[in-house]
């Protein structure tokens, strides 16, 4: 199955995960973010190269970072990926966003066909054949993509200060029997009520709306509405492409003074298909903790093994590892999640927990539902519960 003469993908993989600065502090870019055994962007790649996308017909913009593009073309040369086109945009920009990165990449005649648009924080089993068997049914423009969210396990908890896990919804507003796409949001941006706006419910007054489902960041869109997004977002200084751009363009299309625009926007919905978005520290936690779904669907049946050191007499139960980690002897972990270069001590015993890169856990301390920070040090014999142990940092980046 191959879209490659058609369609250039691109992954979107510029984000600086604001919403997971207690899980990265400045210094993991999101698209490293390590997901059972593989860096978040390996994720979307991987499922570009199942269905035949070539290196060449494949862009991915990064920041502008050597560990960043490093990563990049080793995963490139694992999935046979070569000529993968890689555009990087400046580290220290502020709040760049999905838009932003669009914006650039047209500009400098990096996208130049109709374009499949990938979030590096997707992780989902993505039916690409009835995605573009309806997009081009509906002759659309703009067809989004929504399966349903990978649920939360019951005994899966959020380290640190007690909170309940919300399962992120997005409300779809769609045109009965066509499956037009009239309206859009995210149930986390609503108060207690979804108001539509009057022009939207004068042109589709039977607007059917739909939640349960999740936006899996996944977009086909033709060149020449990017090329509005072009001129719109100079105008407009728009930073996010769902969040931002695609509700403008779908409340507007029902304006008087929008009417010389014939935009078809569609809803592609497939809830017999899972996804998780991998943009905050309880869906790190699930995506993590989901790796059967994962190893099935992504890996071949195998999750691949981390270059860790782990001492005799070590016990490990129900324990991710990331990169060069050191587990000493006598030390106990249950239900942990460990990012790349975490130490634990002699002794140490660990439940619940999830590690940050390069933290180190102290010989004989005690924690259990905790979250630690990167490059934090618990103290020898320290005891902690669902705390939240981090070292402040002066700056945090925007998404």
């Not at 304006?255 to 905050?280: G, M």
Request: glycine share 6%; proline share 5%.
């Amino acid at each position: 199955m191959v879209y490659e003469s058609k369609v250039q993908a691109v992954v979107l993989a510029a984000g600086r995960g604001s919403r997971m600065t207690q899980l990265l502090g400045t210094t993991v870019p999101k698209c490293l973010v390590p997901v059972c055994g593989n860096p978040l962007v390996y994720y979307p790649l991987k499922s570009l190269e199942a269905v035949g996308f070539r290196g060449k017909d494949i862009l991915v913009i990064i920041q502008d970072r050597d560990d960043v593009r490093r990563a990049l073309l080793s995963i490139a040369d694992r999935l046979g990926l070569s000529g993968l086109d890689i555009l990087t945009v400046p580290e220290d920009s502020e709040d760049f966003g999905t838009a932003e990165s669009i914006r650039i990449a047209l500009s400098s005649k990096k996208i130049t066909r109709d374009a499949l648009l990938i979030s590096c924080d997707t992780i989902a089993d993505i039916p690409f054949r009835e995605l573009f068997d309806f997009h081009e049914i509906k002759e659309s423009e703009l067809t989004t993509l929504f399966v349903s969210p990978l649920q939360i396990p019951e005994n899966v908890k959020l380290p640190g200060p007690k909170s309940k896990i919300k399962q992120e919804r997005d409300i779809v507003g769609v045109k009965p029997g066509t499956n037009n796409l009239v309206y859009m949001a995210s149930e986390a941006d609503c108060e207690e009520e979804v108001k539509l706006p009057v022009s939207t419910l004068k042109s589709c007054p039977h607007t059917k709306i739909l939640t349960g489902l999740v936006d899996t960041h996944v977009y086909l869109i033709k060149n020449s509405l990017l090329n509005r997004l072009l001129a719109a977002t100079s105008e407009r200084n728009f930073i996010s492409f769902k969040g931002e751009f695609m509700p403008f363009l779908i409340q507007n299309h029902f304006l008087p003074d929008f009417s010389e625009y014939t935009f078809k926007f569609y809803a592609c919905i497939e809830p017999k298909y899972r996804c998780v978005r991998v943009n905050s520290i309880p869906s790190f936690a699930l995506a993590n903790k989901s790796g059967d779904w994962i190893k099935d669907v992504f890996l071949n049946g195998v999750i691949p093994k981390s270059k860790c050191k782990i001492a005799r007499g070590s016990k490990l139960w129900g324990t991710t590892l990331g990169e060069q980690c050191v587990v000493e002897e006598k030390a106990k972990l249950t239900n942990v999640i460990a990012m790349d270069g975490v130490v634990i001590k002699a002794g140490a015993t660990v439940e619940g927990c999830i590690l940050s890169s390069h933290s180190i856990i102290g010989a004989n301390s005690v924690l259990k539902e905790c979250l630690v920070g990167p490059k934090y040090q618990i103290p020898a014999e320290g005891r902690f519960t669902n705390e939240q142990l981090s070292v402040m940092e002066e700056a945090y980046f925007g998404d």
